[in-house]
């Protein structure tokens, strides 16, 4: 259901279903056989997770320029930070060292973002960098080139997603292969 913008009505909270929906969409995306075999993403427990926290960089930047969004952004990320604690549990980790790698998470996800917020502001090459540093272990920068190209890609076709798409998760990322293609 659409709600007209009411600056005294606050839209409905996101659901548990839409926040999965675009959660697994973030997911997917950052699973792309693609980014591995092809854009050089070490396929490694870190390099997933660093795929993983660049999707979550490109949807959160969307909707932090909707004024509708701190909640379903504030579920997203929430929903993020279940997902890594559950799968930490998952892989055996201790109670006790669970927090302190959550931290590391925290520090790892507030660190690359403000690396690829700074970057946008630089231009198409600080971003390459960025993503070369951060996800590509320093290597590649002719693929994270490519993957910066992808990036802003991801970025435009989230940029013409209304709220009301964003929101419900009838957006898709754009395919890794056709990354610069729009450019």
Known sequence: MLWPFNRFRKPPAPTRSTIEA???MIVTQAREPLFYRDLGVPDTVNGR?????LHLWLVLRRLK???AAPELSQALFDHFCTDMDDNLREMGVGDLTVPK???AFGEAFY???AAYDLALTDGDE??????????LNGQHVEKARALAAYAKDALAALARADFAKLSSGAWRFPAPQTAGATA
């Open 65 to 67: 320029s909707s004024e």
């Open 101 to 103: 790698r959550m931290q």
């Open 126 to 135: 600080a971003l390459a960098q960025a993503l070369c540093k951060n996800i």
């Open 111 to 113: 660190g690359r973002t």
């Open 49 to 53: 997770f660093d795929l993983l926290l």
């Open 22 to 24: 675009i959660y697994g």
